[in-house]
């Protein structure tokens, strides 16, 4: 190790790279950017087109699926799917891997050149797919008239944040809108013989605005602009309309006025939509953290100056809340972590000279990881929080084993220098066996794919970022420091061996001294992990825990095809449930289509009368009983929100009526599978669509064509744009509309259409024929689908699952229509085979690296034998805490396998040295128990020290980081003091059944100790 003889000559080249690092460390953090999740943009995008009241079949004709057939054809699109409901249209796009940013600028580019020449469409989104959000505050103006607030908005809240440099845009919604409505009377064009169409052209040139040519001869050669453009309502008034007998004004035809818009805000705030809501987007350069405090700070200078009376200027939500208060409860657990490592070292070591050496470590290890943060470009958010969290409680591992080695080197009389270079190299293969162990765990969870696969492969990252710096710091700083800073206590006459040590050679001794000894300890071992499992159903599980921060997001899914007012009542009705939640202050709800996403503050401060999980419990209760009244279908937290029925099936084909037909048929078989209860269909609601039957004969006898009866229909539902004008420079729609709205039947049929021969009631040329259409249309590919979905009642998953499928092999479907199985089963079993496949490459991994490191196949293991009891202690943990299994806690378990490695990789490394220095195997498990207890006892007590305040944390992040480091505390505790039995138990079968002394077995003679021990 000529590099280790370098470093430890070279001290203060180390001492600069030290000093280098605390500043490059410093600077880093103020350069990383803090936010809630990494800036990921996947491969995939979303488009969103609003088109008021229309009808979901009209949506799909009209806007859907041109746009489908468009997006289809673009060269690297591999799926697209879409979601059509009244009046809103929802498409996904999947892109071939890498090409999202690229395909996704040609969708938008499709997307808002079609829909621009479509008169329905309200408002068109499109956007990649990916965590980076537009807008990351929210305020809302609330509690006035809604003319004065909309004022306020645009006037005071809109240019004043757009004028801080932290701030992007800003977006308002549910402003009071004008437009200037043409409401034409039919009898008065009828009186003077005109042509709606005619009309609607002169208005048009009654509002334009055009360069007609140049004046070349003259200086300068000016152009020649014509500008008629209409400035007041007066203006519109007074459009002349050629007639017959002369010109008339508009207004002898028309009622010209300035009328407010209908609110098209898809929010409510407690069940009201009058409310502006406010989004503030972030400059790139600058932090959600550093907007935040901007943005408050500009808002108490608008507070002071008296401009907010008669309604409330409240704060929503501001993400950078959560951002801060989970790096500060990172930093605190870093400090209380660094100080509980030091007390434990003080109470182990008894020096105050070591103890410091190894604090050094933390802060440069710290800074170091920061460092490399920076560089790969890497921010403060959730995920690398969480990887600082698992990463700071193993920080000091390393140096802990490093510095006891050389400590005991030195207490055994070796010079400085020596014992600082022997000490160093008999525990360097266990030091980077056990950090590699638990780096290349995570290795493998990259291969999941898709967005976990993404967000996993940075929290690996991370944590090997955490450790790789742990490690470099501990071979550098600690023999530099070791050698002439570290010194020994005063020497005792003689050094008695503790009690703990004496009991624990006493069983180890017992434990290795006969085949059948070592059997009975991992058989008695093997039985607790068995019997643990049965503890399993006490274990409560979620997919993520609730972040308690006196705020909750909840998804509530509604019935499929539900019309606007039957939304509107049931967010009506969920106000009115919420706002009788104790400690409930304010909820919005975004409509999403089949999603109501809900948003729900909650009292703070001295004001709080409950816990938040009581809260959030009875939230969910009052909800969900709403299903028995209401098209409600489930509440769930938003983090937990996405799970569908356990059973669907998708019927594909093209016609509505032989779908439900099948759909009808398939139903009532699968209604017969013992444990399928409430089976639906994702089009049970349907609207009635009336559709016109031409009488041809009456038309060709009244001298008319069928277009001519199609422009006259479409003509009487008259409701078109024609564009806009700027009324105090201000641009406001122009909308034209009949005086009198067609709304029923009878008023369509009973219209007068001229004719050459008089006027005929339309019902002469038409009939009307009702047929009904789905309220939501589903199409993948471009192909439509139903679902049918179902949920099962006591009953195995896999049984249901295995009998569905056979009910869709048997079942035979017409030509052209296809069934098939899908839903969560479908993404249950794929995500489960990939866990399984991941977990079992992790283990191979791990093997893999221990096998190199002792080279020997057999070794990894034994070591590999303590996995499962870290489960039992993981279980009593979980059981003892009455913490949730969660993706949080999970991922814990997985960390824990790494790092409940190392113990047993420090043992049988120290096993193998004695046993290559002569010593016979009971002999050398003894030996290497006593002389790794110690590192090992420090070791896992810093570990849980580092982890214990994130155990115990409150606040945002103490919720949500809690069960990862209750799993790694009780599963680590358990496990180490398992290993130190179970190991040389497990050494001894092995060795004993002849697969790990190489070569020709000698029968070993009994050691002194286990003489004596018979003796006794």
Known sequence: MNWLNFIVKRKILVGLMVVFVLILGYYSILKLDKELLPSVQFDGAFVEIGAGEMAAIEVERTITTPLESQIQSIEGVEGVSSTTNIGRTSIQVMFERGRGEELFKEVESIVNSTTASIPSVKDVFAGQIGTSQSYEFFMDVSGGSMEEMTAFAKDVIEPRLEALPEVRDVLLSGLVENEVSIEFSREKMLEKGLD????????????????????????????????TKLETIEDVKNIKIPTQTGFINLEEVAEVSLVPLENSSSVWKNGSK??????????????????????????????DEDVITGFELTEMVAQADYVKESIDGVTSNILIGGIIAVVILLLFLRNIRATFIVGLTIPTSVLLTFSAMWIFDYSFNLLTLIGLGLGIGMMVDSAIVILESIYRKKEQGLDKFAAVIEGTKEVATAVIAS????????????????????????????????????????????????????????????????????????????????????????????????GSLALVTKIPMTIMPDMLNRYAEVMVTVETGLSTEEKEELISEMNETLSQVQDVETNYVMDMGTMLYTIINMTKGEEITREQKEVN???????????????????????????????????????????????????????DIEGIVAVNNSIERTSVEQVIELKTSEIEKAGLTQPQIKQFIEQSFLQMPL?????????????????????????LLDLKVPTPSGEKSLATF???????????ITHNDGERFISISADIEGKDLGAINREVSKLIEDFNAPSGYTVSVAGDLEAQQELMKEMLLVLGLAIFLV????????NHLIHPIVVMSVIPMTIVGVILGLVITGRELSIMSGMGVIMLIGIVLNNAILLIDRTNQLRREGYSVSDALVEAGENRIRPILM????????????????????????????????????????????????????????????????KEKVSTEEVAEQAS
């Open 766 to 776: 038409i009939e009307l024929k009702s047929v009904n259409t789905p309220n939501q």
């Open 723 to 747: 564009g806009e004008m700027t009324i105090n420079e201000e641009n406001v729609p122009m909308m034209v509309k009949w005086d009198e709205k067609v709304e029923k039947q009878t008023e």
């Open 196 to 227: 709606i169409t005619y009309v609607i052209g002169a208005i048009q040139q009654g509002n334009s605005e055009a360069t007609l040519g140049e004046l070349s001869g003259d200086k300068d050669s000016p152009s020649l602009r014509w500008n």
């Open 847 to 854: 093997y893999f690296v221990m096998a190199v490191q002792f």
């Open 939 to 1002: 070791t896992t007590l810093t570990t849980v020290g580092g982890m214990l305040p994130l155990a115990l944390a409150s606040g945002t992040s103490g919720n949500y980081q809690a069960p990862m480091a209750t799993v790694i505390i009780s599963g680590l505790l358990f496990a180490t003091l398992i290993t130190l039995v179970l190991i040389p138990a497990s050494y001894r079968l092995f060795d004993s059944l002849g697969k790990i002394g190489k070569g020709r077995r000698k």
């Open 435 to 530: 950090m590699l162990t638990t780096i290349v765990v995570f290795l493998p969870i990259g291969l999941l794919g898709g967005e976990m696969g993404t967000f996993m492969i940075m929290l690996s990252a991370v944590v090997a970022i955490t450790l790789i710096s742990s490690v470099v710091v501990s071979f550098t700083l600690i023999p530099s420091l070791s050698e002439n800073f570290l010194k020994l206590g005063k020497k005792k006459k003689e050094k008695k061996t503790g009690p703990l040590l004496r009991s624990y050679s006493r069983i180890v001794s017992w434990a290795v001294k006969k085949k059948r000894y070592s059997f009975a300890v991992i058989g008695l071992f093997f039985l607790m992990f068995a």
């Open 274 to 303: 009058d409310f502006i809501f406010i989004q503030v987007g972030r400059s790139s350069e600058y932090t959600q953290i550093e907007m935040a405090e901007a943005i408050r700070a500009e808002i108490q200078q608008i507070r």
């Open 617 to 671: 419990e009875e939230i969910m209760r009052s909800l969900r009983e709403l299903k028995e009244n209401f098209p409600l279908k489930d509440a769930q937290a938003a983090m937990s929100a996405g799970g569908g029925s356990p059973v669907q099936v998708n019927i594909s084909g093209d016609s509505f009526e032989e779908l439900q037909a099948i759909a009808d048929d398939f139903i009532s078989e699968l209604s």
